[in-house]
């Protein structure tokens, strides 16, 4: 296998404590990750594992207590919040649980916002933004505001908005929680396309299913990666705790 060196995400014995004393949260301890172009790594683990926080280091919206996160060989703690938010409009697509879409907007100007902020016109991002929700089976609502749309409508939106331009790194935090199964695979599929493409992709689920599209399986307990390379056989065993 190749080195940490090609690697688009670069976790380097990192490390992630909230708070101070008796009452601090070791949320990551110690983890090291690299995930390369054409790779969707999936992270599992128990409510409380660290999954979340393990996404928001990757994705540059938080900084870790100790170690280091890099992104195309960028260490993101070397960079002020301008370049920082840069980095993140044009080459970090992330996929919110809360999806995060601005009511005031309609679709295709949800999807099409970070590609105006990093410079790109009006007509340019529009005709990306429309290809991107075309991408999700959103062809016909681009006008349409969140407000008029169905939870998994707005879902796909936010998956759009993800992937729309030359994103490297792709993050989904359960990306298929409020799509209805036969929806949800079909995002699924778009996500493997996408790092099939070049990319490279973290998935946080908690179903093996969603994980089985995945190349490799990262599991967290507590903070810890407690395996990296299991079968999908071991998932149950894995997320209880319980003995091999």
Not at 103 to 131: C, F, K, M, W
Not at 200 to 220: C, P, S, Y
Request: charged residues 25%; negative net charge; glycine residues 12%.
């Amino acid at each position: 296998m190749s080195g940490p060196d090609d690697a688009v995400l670069d976790l380097r014995d990192v490390h992630r404590t909230h708070g101070e004393g008796p009452a601090a949260v070791h949320a990551l301890r110690g983890v090291s990750l690299a995930v390369r172009p054409g790779e969707l790594v999936a992270v599992m683990g128990p409510s409380g594992s660290g999954k979340s926080s393990l996404l928001a280091l990757a994705g540059g919206l938080d900084c870790p207590t100790a170690g280091e996160v890099r992104v195309e060989g960028q260490p993101l703690g070397t960079l002020d919040r301008r370049r920082l938010a840069g980095l993140r409009r044009r080459r970090i697509g992330y996929i919110f649980q809360d999806l995060n879409l601005l009511g005031s907007l309609t679709a295709a100007e949800n999807v099409a916002l970070p590609l105006e902020l990093d410079g790109a016109g009006v007509r340019q991002a529009r005709r990306l933004a429309i290809a991107a929700l075309d991408e999700v089976g959103l062809t016909e609502l681009g006008d349409r505001f969140p407000d008029q749309m169905s939870g998994g409508q707005q879902q796909r939106v936010a998956i759009a908005r993800a992937l729309v331009g030359e994103r490297r790194l792709v993050l989904a935090d359960e990306p298929t929680g409020a799509l209805d199964s036969q929806t949800g695979e079909a995002v699924l599929q778009l996500l493997r396309r996408r790092v099939d493409a070049g990319a490279a992709g973290v998935l946080v689920t908690h179903e093996a299913r969603h994980a089985g599209w995945a190349d490799r399986v990262v599991f967290l307990r507590d903070g810890i990666m407690v395996d990296s390379t299991a079968p999908l056989g071991c998932v149950e065993q894995l997320l209880t705790g319980s003995e091999r």
